[in-house]
């Protein structure tokens, strides 16, 4: 089974600084990876995936992501914060549970606070 | 277009009383999945549908939560007897299909508590 790990539950950067959200996955074969974000009362937003193609992956508001098999990681970038950044954010595994059908796995999440 | 709508957006009830809780996925969608999300929990997987398939119910916690999904649209969650510890944000997600690369969309969830 896959699993996947945020290595920090909490992260704060000063607006206008680089923001690094780690994540560490465990896979069997090779995976499909997705980046969410939350925002309170609100449902997750997909940011980006990887699914086997290029390996640095871009996604929506300025975040990219860059698969690294040798280190099994999957990191969240964002070279300049911004306010609004402020949320919760999901590493998400996709695993295989059955021929066809796959199912998330998702990490404990990592709070991002912005300082003014 | 629409994305996953859930309702209500909040529900207060008293313990013992029974609630459903209602997701209509986008349009097209053939996959639809249940989590629930409880403070300082991660995001618990509760139960999924595929089309016509039989629901994979392995999250499912008791006997007192159930859901179905109707004409393989719209689906409703319903929990039974409730307890304060099923207070929490229930999220609907839809996907076109089960492939490990499609990405799910998620509704706003429905925050529900239990006094």
Known sequence: ?116 | GAGVSQSPSNKVTEKGKDVELRCDPISGHTALYWYRQSLGQGLEFLIYFQGNSAPDKSGLPSDRFSAERTGGSVSTLTIQRTQQEDSAVYLCASSVGTGGNQPQHFGDGTRLSIL
């Open chain 1, 1 to 116: 089974a896959q699993s996947v790990t945020q290595l920090d539950s909490h992260v704060s950067v000063s607006e206008g600084t680089p923001v690094l959200l780690r994540c560490n996955y465990s896979s069997s074969y090779s995976p499909s990876l997705f980046w969410y974000v939350q925002h309170p009362n609100k449902g997750l937003q997909l940011l980006l995936k990887y699914t086997s193609a290029a390996t640095l992956v871009k996604g929506i508001n300025g975040f990219e992501a860059e698969f690294k098999k040798s280190e099994t990681s999957f990191h969240l970038t964002k070279p300049s914060a911004h306010m609004s950044d402020a949320a919760e954010y999901f590493c998400v595994v996709s695993d295989l549970i059955n021929s066809g059908t796959y199912k998330y796995i998702f990490g404990t999440g990592t709070r991002l606070k912005v300082l003014a």
